[in-house]
């Protein structure tokens, strides 16, 4: 059954894609002379196309709830703005785009060379035979999988210095809204892609299954974020993260204060907060934000100004991390 909505899903898409490519996509490369990148645009519209759908369900689904059960009024959404733009840019396959173009090929060295040496990927369907090679049951391994990475991504971004005035530029919104999720610094979604990426490729997800799994993930992360007053009841929250859980890792104070302990950093599951002592059940509702923004800090109000005042801030953090000794060593 998943693998016959897999495979409708894949077809309608495929349909779409090839309809658009050849009308559209294709006479604009052999306009431009660009038909060097021929295959790699044609793969990479895949993603634009279930970007487009994922936009249009999410705000088809969130926005009324956002009008109707608001955590928060604002006078205005301005500051919402630039997460609908950050929104498109990662939603329709950009990123992918400069993926395809320049790592692909690494990735493809990597897998040939691993065929070379005879080097297979992790196969899960020998894991426990006539169950885990049910399409359902692999299906929701790789789901596994990827969260636990995430979880762990998650809290090494709040860690790990540099990595955090990345992840910085999605706390600094104050205004969290359903546009929330992709508000991310250009670098940091690159180290994603490349992360979330090669972890598929060494379990051995299809393509089709990646393209459902980021989807379904991408989904859920716009709920999470959504100004919606929803709670999932005792046990509904320890079983998916809900915007109310979610909202607690947002809140000033509470889910992060830089390099130090935070809370709730699960991306679909809360489990791995529970297992990892990192789960806050409280419902209090509390600003979001950072708390250096309470006293005039600025993280930038436009896309160009919230990329480059993280660099701003990483050279400052390197800048400091290079202590007296260091440099008497250096000279």
Known sequence: ?????????????????TLLYVNVVQPLLFRFNLMDYD???????????VGV??????????????ALRPVEQWENRRAVRVDVLYTWIAKLGILNLLFFFSLQPFFDTVQGWL?????SNINFDNLWPGVTTQPLATFVMYLLVLDFAGYWYHRWEHRIGIWWELHAVHHSQRQMSLWTDDRNHLLDDLLQACFF????LAIGVQPSQFVVLVAITNLAQSVQHANIRLYFGWLGERLL????FHRRHHAIGYGHEGLKYGCNFGVLFPWWD????????????????????LQGHEYGEGIWAQHWLALVRIARRLARSRSPDKDAAAV
């Not at 295959?39 to 196309?49: A, H, M, N, R």
């Open 241 to 244: 993260v809900s915007p109310t």
């Open 274 to 293: 529970m297992l990892f002592g990192s789960a806050s059940w409280s419902r209090v509702t509390e600003p979001t934000g950072i708390r250096e923004q």
């Open 115 to 119: 065929r070379l040496h005879d080097i």
């Open 53 to 66: 759908f994922e936009v249009l369900a999410m705000y088809a689904v969130l926005r009324p709830l956002e």
């Open 197 to 200: 990426a090669t972890i598929a």
């Open 1 to 17: 059954m998943l693998h016959l909505i897999f495979s409708s899903l894949d077809s309608f898409v495929s349909a779409v894609q």
């Open 39 to 49: 295959e790699d645009t044609y793969d990479s519209l895949y993603w634009v196309i």
